[in-house]
C-alpha cells in the first residue's frame, strides 16, 4: 500500500472511502479488497433502484463487521446485529473473507452469504479466481 499523500481518496460515500489504489483491485490480476465492497454495499444501501423505498427488506453488512462478527464472541455478534436491526430486515448481505486473522488484513477468498431472516433460510455464493 502506497502512502497516504500518494494514495488520493477518490470518492467518500457514507461511511466508504476509496482510494486510488482501491481501483487497482478492480483489475482482473488482483484481488476485490474490503473498500471497493463497502462501497458497492454503501451504494446499494442508500441510492440504488434495486433498494429505493426498501430500506426495511435489505441489510449491507460491511466487511469489517462481518470480519467483527466472525471473530467476536456469540454475545458481542448478537449486540452488533442487534444494532444493524437485522430482525427487522427480510435479507442480510454478508461479504465472507478466508482470513482467520484479528489483527491483520489478509484473506485470499471472497464468498457472499445471503441470510433470509423471515423464512430462516441462507444463500452462499463462493467465487474463486
Known amino acids: 500500500m502506497s502512502s497516504l499523500a500518494s494514495d ?21 490480476s488482483n484481488w476485490l479488497d474490503d473498500s471497493i465492497i463497502t462501497f458497492a454495499f454503501e451504494y446499494l444501501q442508500y441510492d440504488s433502484k434495486f433498494t429505493k423505498n426498501h430500506d426495511q427488506i435489505f441489510a449491507f453488512v460491511s466487511p469489517p463487521v462481518v470480519q467483527l462478527l466472525k471473530m467476536t464472541d456469540d454475545s458481542f455478534a448478537e449486540q452488533l446485529l442487534q444494532s444493524i436491526e437485522f430482525t427487522n430486515k427480510r435479507f442480510l448481505f454478508l461479504p465472507i473473507n478466508d482470513n482467520k486473522q484479528v489483527t491483520v488484513f489478509g484473506g485470499t477468498h471472497w464468498s457472499l452469504l445471503i441470510l433470509s431472516i423471515q ?11
Request: aromatic share 10%; charged share 30%; hydrophobic share 30%.
Open 8 to 28: 488520493p481518496i477518490l470518492v467518500s460515500y457514507h461511511d466508504s472511502i476509496v482510494r486510488s489504489s482501491n481501483l487497482k483491485t478492480l483489475d482482473n
Open 119 to 129: 423464512s430462516n433460510t441462507y444463500d452462499f455464493i463462493e467465487r474463486k479466481k
